[in-house]
Structures are given as structure tokens and as C-alpha cells.
């Protein structure tokens, strides 16, 4: 088997605003579980699809994809910090790649990001800079967005590319369900948050990160008591994406406008795009099969929490 594919909710909120512990135990299993099956795989090479929260991409040049030469993780809300193992010509020739097939993606030679990324390398492989990682950043925040059609052309070219290596590729789709915390938009944004999202953000003062990280806290705890202070969740619509993905019909999502998806499951639910690339990459090998599908609301992480898996058919 050459390619599998780990899809997983992410959340800044585990151990500052957590479920009951029945809860928290059912989603550490799942997550043991497929950290477990990733070891068994036993990857060469790890393509991690992910969005940011404006920790680093901002309005100053915000493209709708970029592929990272180099990477290096902040450890907000106390995730792991420090840099990745990229493989450098690698992640060029894929940008190459992707750019021949007729997807415009940005790329960066010193790519920041934040628990999007580091959170599922630290949960599904042990740490950040375990395996060779090639970071893919897709804009899941800052409208204006991509839509799921350009989301499935990234990643079905990143899976052309890849699968034509030859490597043992585990593709990561990271983030999502429905949900929208409270992120800032420039739109209604004041001065002060507007200049930091044009770029100031990418290096807070530590004692307004820490007020920033607060006010998520302080909006997950009064979700958990008034689930209508923010975007409610939506587990029907969060089901039927699984399924969608699950069933082989990717194809269908390029129907939804972001409107809709921001009207019925949240502003930040863009992040399962990375989901939609992460199965289009896997698509390039074949038909597969989905495993392992796991789903529960869970406010207190302001999220609809997701785990899917996924093999070609011919393993």
C-alpha cells in the first residue's frame, strides 16, 4: 500500500476547555487508534493539508494555497513549537507540479503556522519533526476563500505528484468540523485588529497572545452554556460531508457556495476543505475505501469533531 489518507478535527481547546472525561477518553482513543494504524503504515512521507487562524498568513499577501519549503510551528495554546522536516527539493518540485497541472499555489520559504498543523503531526505521528512533512496551507478564513473545486484540483495534483515518487505517502486533511469561534474579520475589524491582520499579528507581544488565546477560552466556556453565544453546530451537515467523502462522491461538493456552508455550518467550517484536498490527493491512486469513521459534537471544543481514514481500493 502506498498511500493512505488520516483526516482529524484539530482543537486549541484540549486541556483548557475540555468534555466530560468519558468524552475526552472516547476521542483519545480514536486518535490512538489511528496513530497506531499510521505506524503500521509507516510512512516515508507526509503531506499535511491545513488552514491557519491568522498566526501565519495575513492580509498583506494571503494566497489561497501555498506549499512550505520550510516550516516552523509558534506552539500556541501550548502545542508543540519549533521547526519541520521538510524536504526541500521535494516540496519544490511538488509546487512545480502543481503549477504545471494549472493550479496556482503560492509557496514559502519560511512558512509559520499554528496548532492546524502541528496538533495532528504531534497527535497521529508523535511530534512534529518525526517524519518528512511537506506543509500545504489552504486559506480557510480570510474571504475571500477558494472553493472545494480548486480545494479537489490541489490535491489531486499534489496526489499526481506524489504518487509518481513512489513514496509511502500519508496525506493528512486537518481541521473542521462545523464551527466558527470567534476569529476576527477585517471587514468589521477596528484599527487596532486591523492592522493586525494585515500583518502585525505574525509576531504578538507574548502577553496579547495570551489575552487572545484567553478570549477563545473565555467564548468556548460560554458556549458550553449558551450554545446559541456563537454559530451553532450542525451534526446533520457535518454527517453528510463524512459521507460524501466516504462514498467516493468528492465531486458533488463543488456544487456548495461558501455562502451556504458559512450560513449552515459556520464560518470556519472552510477548514474541511482540507479534508476534500487530502481525499482528492488519495483519489490519484485509485478507487479507496474509507475506515474508521468517527463523529461527535463536542461544544466545549466549539466543534463538530471528525476522524476519517482512508486506503485504495487495491490494498
Known amino acids: 500500500m502506498q498511500a493512505r489518507v488520516q483526516c482529524l478535527s484539530h482543537t486549541p481547546l484540549v486541556g483548557h476547555v475540555d468534555p466530560p472525561v468519558c468524552v475526552l477518553d472516547e476521542v483519545q482513543g480514536v486518535i ?94 508523535g511530534g512534529i519533526a518525526v517524519r518528512p512533512v511537506i506543509p500545504v496551507f489552504i486559506n480557510a478564513v480570510a474571504a475571500p476563500l477558494p472553493t472545494f473545486a480548486r480545494a479537489r484540483a490541489l490535491g489531486a495534483a499534489v496526489g499526481r505528484f506524489i504518487r509518481d515518487t513512489g513514496k509511502r505517502t500519508l496525506f493528512i486533511g486537518s481541521g473542521g468540523l462545523s464551527h466558527q469561534p470567534p476569529v476576527p474579520e477585517l471587514a468589521t475589524a477596528d484599527a487596532h485588529i486591523r492592522d493586525r491582520l494585515l ?49 467516493g462522491r468528492a465531486a458533488e461538493l463543488d456544487g456548495l457556495s461558501n455562502a451556504d456552508v458559512s450560513r449552515q455550518a459556520g464560518k470556519s467550517t472552510h477548514e474541511v476543505k482540507t479534508w476534500v484536498a487530502a481525499f482528492a490527493a488519495l483519489s490519484a491512486y485509485g478507487g479507496y475505501e474509507a475506515l474508521d469513521a468517527y463523529y461527535r459534537p463536542i461544544p466545549e471544543w466549539i466543534a463538530g469533531f471528525g476522524a476519517l481514514a482512508a486506503r485504495p481500493m487495491a490494498a
Open 199 to 247: 500583518g502585525s499579528g505574525r509576531h504578538l507581544p507574548a502577553a496579547e497572545r495570551a489575552a487572545r488565546q484567553q478570549r477563545v477560552i473565555d467564548a468556548a466556556l460560554r458556549f458550553v452554556e449558551d450554545q446559541s453565544s456563537l454559530h451553532p453546530l450542525n451534526p446533520a451537515w457535518d454527517r453528510a460531508f463524512m459521507d460524501t467523502l466516504a462514498q
Open 32 to 125: 490512538a487508534q489511528a496513530r497506531e494504524a499510521i505506524a503500521i503504515f509507516d510512512p516515508e512521507l507526509v503531506v499535511l493539508f491545513s488552514p491557519d487562524h491568522f498566526n501565519g498568513f495575513f492580509y498583506d499577501a494571503m494566497p489561497p494555497f501555498c506549499i512550505g519549503m520550510q516550516a516552523h510551528a509558534i506552539g500556541d495554546f501550548g502545542t508543540p513549537a519549533g521547526p519541520f522536516d521538510v524536504p526541500q527539493a521535494l516540496a519544490l518540485d511538488c509546487a512545480q507540479a502543481v503549477l504545471e497541472a494549472g493550479v496556482d499555489v503560492a509557496m514559502s520559504y519560511s512558512m509559520q503556522v499554528d496548532h492546524g498543523f502541528s496538533q495532528p503531526l504531534d497527535y497521529l505521528l
